[in-house]
């Protein structure tokens, strides 16, 4: 079954009208390595980073990086699939808030973490936090 992935970076003001967004697709999880992404934000901005799976088939994104002074992770992953399907993909949406002006560096790896194979889709970003 070919996977298709895309990415969402948004970052939004928490209580204001300015917001930045970008959007990439890429045709196969199997062979994704997304690295090089630079994300600018303010402080006080929310930033959201979204990627595409199969969550049914226990693949997971999951942040490989250690926390930061310069941005904290606000909740817990979010998983919304598109259907009921055995076989349905999702979307799996990790939520920071920008504290401190920095640079700071996100690593997320796409894996099945039950198995010792490598990850099979790789996101690497350089998140700049303007004060």
Sequence with gaps: MRRMAAITLLALV???ATSCSRRQETP???EQVLIGEQ???NVGQTLEISQRGQP???FLWEIETPPSEILEQIGE???ELDS???NAEGTFTYTFRAVAAGTTYIKMIYHQPFEDDPPSGIYEA???VSP
Aim: glycine share 10%; aromatic share 4%.
């Design 14 to 16: 928490l209580f204001g």
């Design 28 to 30: 196969n999880l199997e």
């Design 39 to 41: 994300i600018e934000v």
């Design 56 to 58: 049914v088939q226990g």
């Design 77 to 79: 992953l979010v998983v």
């Design 84 to 86: 009921d399907d055995i």
């Design 126 to 128: 350089t998140v700049i």
